[in-house]
């Protein structure tokens, strides 16, 4: 296996809204990033995937892009991000930039000019189509926000697709000049000095000839999910390719793709080693482990997981990828859930479950990605309101359940809590003052209330707290080859609290002891794993050097990483 620099690296996602406001105006921006460089260097790790900051109306936070060229006003100034980018470089740390090029924003000039007249030359910039026979939409395809994912647009009489807000006009990359403007933009930021790109769902960038409607999945509605019409196109791996010739192999870079509905055989070859295209994708098959199958309203119809489930999908995955894809490792984003809340326990165990589900990140195969406060352990938040949110698609599905469904207040509250994004949105809790630090002024969305117990001050000088386990966590990655390039084998498959594993080379060997759950299971080591000497290398529990592994009791979320020779 080829040693590479971004096989080895930690990589730490900021979703700069809420990071950290430097000017009082209640939005988190670049220069507050820079304040909390020497935090992030602290901490150590050594990439930040920094979530979109270009010029948007902010339809959909900054996913919505109307410049791929300029920094929103809120965030600050391109020379802000150049002093950002100066500030990470000078501290050993690369910065990646997310590119948003499935849509943009229809206050993009692309599509201003798109929408003027059916022979503008902008016009086959996008996708448009002409009403059915009786004025209804092209397809019944459903947006991923709730409705049609048609737009309706007088000046021209046709429809525009939009499979996220009716604000987000999707691109059409069967047109050379669009492909061509995004190679060109793409090597704009690139000269300038980024380290490389994450690719928003780069996978829906070629839809299905003619745009056929999708089979029906949900009997209730009118519109229907048509991820087989717009993943994993059949022009896909040929526009990845044609990337890869004209802007990524001139350049040593790490690129990573929000790939959902990816079958594994393909995110295999898009990122090989030898002739893939990109370094890593986002698989998104065990982010569906607490999700009702068959629908797209899943998201929102969860389910009890469970663990023998998760060690399947999280070992196909690996073993499918061995010996030329790579895989990526998370468990939260900006668009999902708080990882101590949906895998852990946030009240009785909040510190010891999130520090196993650090471990079990750190110390598989592939690339750890830390969200925003995951270091912290930050939690999900309970806003009594539906007024107390502010994503666009929490809003849309309140909606939705609430007038169309049947769904009443309540029930539509508890489905938010339990899986809205605006969960990972709320301001980082740097310390005990006012709005956790994040502000002086009135934070965009509002500040968990348990701030005062969860902040980054009071972690960071207690060496049991969870931000000095990430760190150890980290620094364990750098001094053992082991964890970033050994081979992973699964024990115990079918055992419902215990995930138990081993990763080798050259002679190496990690133990890896999980327990995910609150109760007290026994542990038993198999009897393939012989060894000479023991050295504990990390454990969320104190354990002594002198305790025999043979045979023991875990405590409720106990994880152990053993040495063994």
Same mark, same amino acid.
């Given at each position: 296996m080829?040693?590479?620099w971004?096989?080895e690296?930690?990589v730490y996602?900021v979703?700069p809204r809420?990071?950290?406001?430097?000017?009082?105006?209640?939005i988190g921006?670049?220069?507050?990033?820079i304040?909390?460089?020497?935090?992030l260097?602290?901490?150590?790790v050594?990439?930040i995937?920094?979530?979109?900051?270009?010029?948007?109306?902010?339809?959909?936070?900054g996913?919505?892009?109307?410049?791929?060229?300029?920094?929103?006003?809120?965030f600050?100034?391109?020379?802000?991000?150049d002093?950002l980018?100066?500030?990470?470089?000078?501290?050993?740390i690369k910065?990646?930039?997310d590119l948003v090029?499935n849509?943009?924003?229809?206050?993009?000039?692309?599509?201003v000019e798109?929408?003027?007249?059916?022979?503008?030359?902008?016009?086959?910039?996008?996708?448009?189509?002409?009403p059915?026979?009786?004025?209804?939409?092209?397809?019944?395809?459903?947006?991923?926000?709730?409705?049609?994912?048609?737009?309706?647009?007088?000046?021209?009489?046709?429809?525009?697709?939009?499979?996220?807000t009716?604000?987000?006009?999707?691109?059409?990359?069967?047109?050379?000049?669009?492909?061509?403007d995004?190679?060109k933009?793409?090597?704009?930021?690139?000269?300038?000095?980024?380290?490389?790109?994450?690719?928003?769902?780069?996978?829906?960038?070629s839809?299905s000839?003619?745009?056929?409607?999708?089979?029906?999945?949900?009997?209730?509605?009118?519109?229907?999910?048509a991820?087989e019409?717009?993943?994993?196109?059949?022009?896909?791996?040929?526009?990845?390719?044609e990337?890869?010739e004209?802007?990524?192999?001139?350049y040593?870079?790490?690129?990573v793709?929000?790939t959902?509905f990816?079958?594994i055989?393909?995110?295999?070859?898009?990122?090989?080693?030898n002739?893939g295209?990109?370094n890593?994708?986002?698989?998104?098959?065990?982010?569906?482990?607490?999700a009702?199958p068959?629908?797209h309203?899943?998201?929102?119809?969860?389910?009890?997981?469970?663990?023998?489930?998760l060690?399947?999908?999280?070992?196909k995955?690996?073993?499918?990828?061995?010996?030329?894809?790579?895989n990526?490792?998370?468990?939260?984003?900006?668009?999902?859930?708080?990882?101590?809340?949906r895998?852990?326990?946030?009240?009785?165990?909040?510190?010891?479950?999130?520090?196993?589900l650090?471990?079990?990140l750190?110390?598989?195969?592939g690339?750890p990605y830390?969200?925003?406060?995951?270091e912290?352990g930050?939690?999900?938040v309970?806003?009594?309101?539906?007024?107390?949110y502010?994503?666009v698609?929490?809003h849309?599905?309140?909606?939705?359940?609430?007038k169309?469904r049947g769904f009443?207040?309540?029930e539509?509250?508890?489905?938010?809590w339990?899986?809205?994004?605006d969960n990972a949105?709320?301001?980082?809790?740097?310390?005990d003052?006012e709005?956790g630090?994040?502000?002086?002024?009135t934070?965009?969305?509002?500040?968990?209330?348990?701030y005062?117990?969860?902040?980054?001050?009071?972690?960071?000088?207690?060496p *049991?707290?969870? %931000? /000095?386990?990430?760190?150890? &966590? +980290?620094?364990?990655?750098k001094?053992? $080859?082991?964890i970033?390039?050994? #081979?992973y084998?699964?024990?115990?498959?079918?055992?419902e609290?215990?995930?138990?594993?081993?990763r080798?080379?050259?002679?190496?060997?990690?133990?890896?002891i999980?327990n995910?759950?609150?109760?007290?299971?026994?542990?038993?080591?198999?009897? *393939?794993?012989? %060894? /000479?000497h023991?050295?504990? &290398? +990390?454990s969320?529990?104190e354990?002594k $050097?002198?305790?025999n592994?043979? #045979?023991?009791?875990?405590?409720?979320?106990?994880a152990r990483?053993?040495k063994?020779?």
């Amino acid at each position: 296996m080829k040693r590479q620099w971004w096989k080895e690296a930690v990589v730490y996602q900021v979703y700069p809204r809420s990071f950290n406001d430097s000017n009082g105006d209640g939005i988190g921006d670049l220069q507050g990033i820079i304040e909390k460089a020497d935090y992030l260097q602290e901490l150590g790790v050594d990439v930040i995937w920094l979530s979109p900051v270009y010029k948007s109306p902010n339809d959909d936070n900054g996913y919505d892009i109307s410049d791929y060229q300029q920094i929103m006003d809120e965030f600050g100034t391109m020379d802000d991000w150049d002093e950002l980018l100066d500030a990470l470089h000078d501290r050993g740390i690369k910065l990646i930039m997310d590119l948003v090029v499935n849509h943009t924003s229809d206050e993009h000039p692309w599509f201003v000019e798109s929408r003027q007249s059916k022979d503008n030359p902008y016009r086959d910039y996008y996708i448009w189509r002409d009403p059915k026979p009786d004025g209804s939409e092209p397809n019944n395809w459903v947006s991923f926000f709730s409705g049609s994912a048609w737009e309706y647009d007088d000046r021209t009489n046709q429809y525009f697709l939009h499979l996220f807000t009716k604000r987000q006009p999707d691109l059409n990359w069967e047109n050379t000049e669009v492909r061509n403007d995004v190679y060109k933009m793409m090597t704009w930021w690139l000269d300038r000095g980024v380290d490389g790109f994450r690719m928003d769902v780069i996978n829906n960038i070629s839809k299905s000839p003619g745009l056929p409607d999708a089979s029906v999945k949900d009997p209730d509605s009118d519109y229907q999910f048509a991820a087989e019409h717009f993943a994993n196109g059949p022009r896909l791996m040929e526009f990845l390719g044609e990337m890869k010739e004209r802007v990524l192999k001139h350049y040593d870079i790490m690129t990573v793709g929000e790939t959902a509905f990816l079958p594994i055989d393909s995110a295999r070859k898009m990122t090989d080693e030898n002739d893939g295209f990109l370094n890593m994708v986002f698989q998104f098959e065990h982010m569906a482990v607490d999700a009702q199958p068959g629908t797209h309203a899943g998201k929102w119809e969860t389910r009890q997981w469970e663990l023998p489930e998760l060690k399947r999908i999280m070992t196909k995955w690996d073993k499918e990828m061995e010996g030329g894809g790579w895989n990526s490792l998370y468990f939260n984003n900006h668009d999902q859930p708080r990882q101590v809340s949906r895998f852990g326990d946030d009240k009785q165990y909040h510190k010891p479950s999130a520090k196993l589900l650090a471990t079990y990140l750190h110390t598989m195969r592939g690339t750890p990605y830390i969200y925003q406060g995951e270091e912290l352990g930050m939690t999900n938040v309970r806003f009594p309101s539906i007024e107390d949110y502010r994503d666009v698609e929490i809003h849309n599905m309140y909606k939705e359940y609430t007038k169309e469904r049947g769904f009443s207040h309540e029930e539509v509250m508890k489905k938010i809590w339990t899986t809205g994004r605006d969960n990972a949105r709320t301001p980082v809790q740097w310390d005990d003052s006012e709005n956790g630090g994040f502000t002086t002024g009135t934070p965009w969305i509002k500040v968990n209330p348990n701030y005062r117990e969860i902040n980054a001050k009071q972690q960071m000088s207690d060496p *049991d707290s969870i %931000f /000095n386990y990430y760190k150890r &966590l +980290i620094e364990l990655r750098k001094q053992e $080859d082991v964890i970033v390039y050994g #081979s992973y084998e699964l024990y115990m498959a079918d055992h419902e609290e215990l995930y138990v594993y081993t990763r080798s080379v050259n002679g190496e060997k990690l133990l890896v002891i999980l327990n995910f759950f609150a109760g007290e299971p026994a542990f038993q080591l198999p009897e *393939d794993i012989v %060894f /000479n000497h023991k050295t504990l &290398l +990390i454990s969320n529990y104190e354990v002594k $050097d002198s305790e025999n592994i043979s #045979s023991f009791t875990l405590r409720p979320y106990e994880a152990r990483v053993y040495k063994l020779n």
